[in-house]
């Protein structure tokens, strides 16, 4: 389809100017992610003729470009997540196949904005695929294109497994969310499997007057086409969108699941395209809601803050602006819900509550004296044992390797102030927190899966200027 725009050398940073009489701009790809612990994505495009190009030709070029990282995250995944699993158990596959044909024909069907950002979304990724698979498609690094979905879905699979008994993935979708007035901060807790990651930054400047925020950026991993990671910028209205996952206990939940609804990861990225406000983003966010990667998502534009909480059967808004804000002078989300209808139908724990849970309790301890964007990223990244917070259980940012040799915790850290998302400024790390411990190193895990990957995980803070796509080396772990 798009030959012309074929390169078929992998080196370790990509540049290309476009102008092909349907798209215009410019791609940059940086393949940093052993010396910084990130590899770096920017899509600058603008449509000459139909607003579909735009996103064929982004994800013709990411599928090509990034098609090594692809590979490596999929095995990380397969090995990290699924059980070494390369297959869905076939009423999952029937799930999702159906699932998707419904996706393709309500957005064939109807020109809305939501449905447009839908069809979008499918050809970005369908694209994609093509262009790994145009190098990859005759080895025996080929995906099909089930396998491949599985790197946008992973989130939504994460309900979908349990449903039919199979992959209790423990402690997967832990993560924290704070915003003080002016700063927002999240890190991420998963496997260290998933710590293959990737920068993106998407700015398409469209014909669709509907896209009100033709600029995001997210923290993911290749493949990916939302952040799984649990952070977007969206520098237009600017906006900041973060989340933090819920646990299930109520099996009968599942029952919700329902294949004619848009999954998780596709409506994250139509509300943060087509809202303006926060209350909008979780107005748009709840529409034809799929029940999968249920969250507590948390949305600011510094001025209002919104949480919006997804369980299943329930879907929960709260404008916390005059209420919590107002009241304790932060909000953070710790993966335990605020409502009690929420939380009583997952059937959480009577041991926890939303005030009362460890991370909470550290959150009240800590944040009081804090006031600049390094002593907010010190926070998200905190892990220091005492006699009632050990390194894994409980941590702000979980060490599980440390005691029990379990490879799973804290992995990154993103900060962003009110001054910075005017400026186009983001801050990031990533690796385990190595703040009053060891780094963590691969070498101690010989037989654990972890394609593409450096053995030591010691890297600094970085400041990425979005306007000349560089970084700026800034401390080691605070």
């Given at each position: 389809m798009m030959n012309s725009l074929i390169f078929l050398l992998v080196s370790i940073s990509f540049s290309l100017e476009i102008d092909n009489?349907?798209?215009?701009?410019?791609?940059?790809?940086?393949?940093?992610a052993n010396t910084t612990g990130w590899n770096f994505l920017q899509i600058n495009l603008e449509s000459v003729e139909n607003d579909e190009d735009v996103f064929a030709t982004a994800g013709r070029y990411e599928g090509e470009e990034s098609r090594e990282e692809i590979y490596n995250a999929y095995l990380n995944y397969i090995y990290g997540i699924q059980g070494g699993r390369h297959f869905l158990p076939?009423?999952?596959?029937?799930?999702?196949?159906?699932?998707?044909?419904?996706?393709?024909e309500q957005s064939q069907s109807q020109n809305t904005p939501y449905w447009r950002m839908v069809k979008y979304l499918l050809i970005q990724l369908e694209n994609m695929y093509e262009g790994y698979n145009y190098h990859y498609g005759k080895t025996e690094k080929a995906l099909s294109f089930d396998q491949f979905y599985y790197l946008s879905?992973?989130?939504?699979?994460q309900d979908l497994w349990p449903s039919v008994g199979q992959v209790q993935t423990q402690g997967i979708g832990n993560c924290n969310s704070f915003y003080k007035p002016g700063i927002v901060a999240h890190s991420t807790f998963n496997v260290y499997q998933t710590m293959l990651r990737i920068y993106k930054s998407y700015n398409f400047k469209l014909k669709d007057k509907d896209v009100v925020n033709p600029h995001l950026s997210f923290t993911a991993r290749p493949g990916d086409l939302e952040s799984k990671d649990d952070f977007f910028v969206l520098w237009d209205t600017q906006m900041v969108v973060t989340e933090t996952s819920f646990n299930n206990y109520n099996k009968e939940n599942y029952a919700y699941f329902h294949y004619d609804s848009v999954p998780c990861w596709m409506r994250a990225n139509i509300a943060s395209r087509l809202a303006k406000t926060p209350s909008e983003w979780m107005d748009i966010f709840g529409q034809h809601r799929s029940g999968t990667h249920n969250n507590q998502w948390v949305v600011t534009d510094y001025n209002k803050i919104f949480m919006g909480e997804?369980?299943?059967?329930?879907?929960?808004?709260?404008?916390?602006?005059?209420?919590l804000l107002a009241s304790q002078g932060y909000v953070a989300s710790y993966n335990v819900p605020l409502d009690q209808?929420?939380?009583?139908?997952l059937k959480y724990p009577k041991t926890t509550s939303y005030n009362d849970d460890v991370r909470a309790r550290q959150f009240r301890m800590y944040q009081g004296n804090l006031k600049t964007v390094k002593e907010v990223g010190k926070l998200?990244?905190?892990?220091?044992?005492?006699?009632?917070?050990?390194a894994c259980d409980g941590a702000l940012s979980?060490?599980?390797?440390?005691?029990?040799?379990?490879?799973?915790g804290g992995i990154d850290g993103k900060v962003i102030s009110q001054d910075m998302i005017k400026n186009k400024k983001v801050h990031l790390i990533s690796s385990p927190s190595y703040q009053n411990h060891d780094p963590f190193n691969w070498k101690a895990y010989p037989n654990i899966p972890h394609y593409g990957m450096t053995d030591e995980w010691r890297f600094p803070w970085y400041e990425l200027d979005e306007t000349t796509f560089t970084i700026k080396e800034l401390y080691l772990d605070y």
């Open positions: 009489g349907k798209v215009k701009g410019s791609i940059i790809y940086n393949r940093t076939k009423s999952l596959q029937t799930y999702v196949h159906n699932q998707y044909n419904w996706l393709k879905n992973m989130g939504d699979l997804e369980a299943f059967f329930h879907y929960k808004v709260h404008d916390l602006t005059n209420t209808e929420i939380f009583d139908s998200v990244r905190y892990n220091k044992v005492t006699a009632e917070f050990d979980p060490r599980c390797d440390l005691g029990n040799g379990y490879t799973f």
